[in-house]
């Protein structure tokens, strides 16, 4: 393995409260990830007790077989996936103090797509064409759907009103959308202490890759958690999307630490700026090549390729909804309002003992 530079060993030797690691794509994000994965398990820590979450099946995908190749062995119960896959994992779990039916699905858009088209008379469609090619008009109306709930501007009332039948033709059927999941969890973690804290006292360490990819309502979910745990890293891409994203990471979070980590040319000493003031100095620390390992190599045949392994998508920029109708069908009890409180990092919760994997007491 490739010795890494100090700012990345500062990443993974790091324990107790938040940090917020930032560098382009190559500089080996997602390696300080899986390195200090199996740093935290070497100290104690069970690894079924650590959450890290990747925007993309393939950056979870990489990430999880590293971290089993560091671990020398691959372990079912790792909590290392995307956020789809990790929040509905938590969602069933407590599915029953959700108000869900334990077996609900969850439907992509072309399953949606389909029920839609079956049940086409209940849509309010009053001012749209739908004769001709009405697979097409719904596909376009899904994805405004789609937008709203991961955290756009607020509906206008037709829209509202069309997002309304469609989470009741969804709840007639037990199911949820993608956005449903994530609105539901961070009700869920609002309204219900008890179970914000079991969930934040699960998991000793939370890791999150490609936070530039989040929407507001998974951002929601962090900052729920964060009140009980604040030991929370977020990994960063250095321009475009990220900029945002980590003025949210040092705006709710002023006491999070920063580690800039820049690529061979790029010498910016640019520092994440937020409306609260971050901690002074920020550490900024330039790399003198981007990091690539060329050692073990797992299934896949990755061999711990640094950052995301792809290069950043900007995504645009998103402010959380308020709420969104929550019509109840007669099969399923579901919630599917606003994507929660804003919170600070650190604030309001005890947080964790790194040794103990406990609440500390104040």
Request: contains cysteine; hydrophobic residues 35%; aromatic residues 4%.
């Amino acid at each position: 393995m490739l010795a890494l530079a100090e700012p990345q060993e500062r990443a993974i030797r790091h324990r107790a409260g938040p940090l917020l690691l930032i560098g382009e794509a190559g500089t080996g994000k997602t390696e300080v990830l899986a390195r200090r994965f199996e740093r935290l398990v070497a100290d104690g820590t069970q690894p079924e007790r650590v959450l890290a979450l990747a925007s993309t099946r393939a950056t979870a995908q990489r990430l999880r077989e590293r971290v089993e190749v560091l671990l020398d062995s691959p372990l079912e119960e790792l909590w290392i996936g995307t956020w789809e896959q990790l929040c509905e994992r938590l969602l069933r779990a407590h599915s029953t103090a959700a108000g869900l039916d334990p077996f609900f699905g969850v439907l992509g858009p072309a399953e949606r797509l389909a029920l839609l088209l079956d049940r086409l008379e209940e849509l309010p469609l009053r001012r749209h064409e739908i004769r001709g090619n009405p697979a097409g008009l719904l596909a376009r109306l899904l994805q405004q759907i789609d937008e709203v709930k991961a955290g756009s501007d607020p509906p206008d009332p037709e829209l509202a009103e069309l997002i309304a039948a469609h989470d009741r033709i969804l709840a007639d059927t037990c199911s949820l959308d993608r956005g449903d999941v994530y609105f539901t969890l961070s009700k869920l973690l609002d309204e219900q202490p008890d179970i914000r804290a079991a969930i934040a006292h699960r998991f000793v360490y939370v890791m999150v890759d490609e936070l530039e990819d989040t929407t507001p309502a998974q951002r929601a979910i962090l900052a729920a958690l964060s009140e009980e745990n604040p030991n929370q890293l977020y990994a960063v891409d250095g321009g475009g999307e990220g900029a945002g994203v980590s003025d949210w990471a040092l705006g709710f979070s002023p006491d999070a630490d920063a580690t800039l980590v820049e690529p061979p040319g790029r010498k910016t000493g640019r520092r994440a700026q937020s409306d609260t003031p971050a901690p002074s100095p920020v550490p900024t620390v330039a790399l003198t090549h981007q990091f690539r390992d060329p050692g073990r190599r797992s299934r896949s045949g990755w061999a711990g390729r640094g950052g995301n392994g792809r290069a950043q998508r900007p995504l645009p920029s998103r402010r959380p909804s308020r709420s969104l109708p929550a019509p109840r069908g007669p099969g399923c009890n579901r919630l599917v309002e606003g994507a929660g409180r804003p919170g600070r990092l650190g604030g309001g919760g005890a947080g964790i003992d790194p040794t103990t994997g406990r609440a500390a007491r104040g």
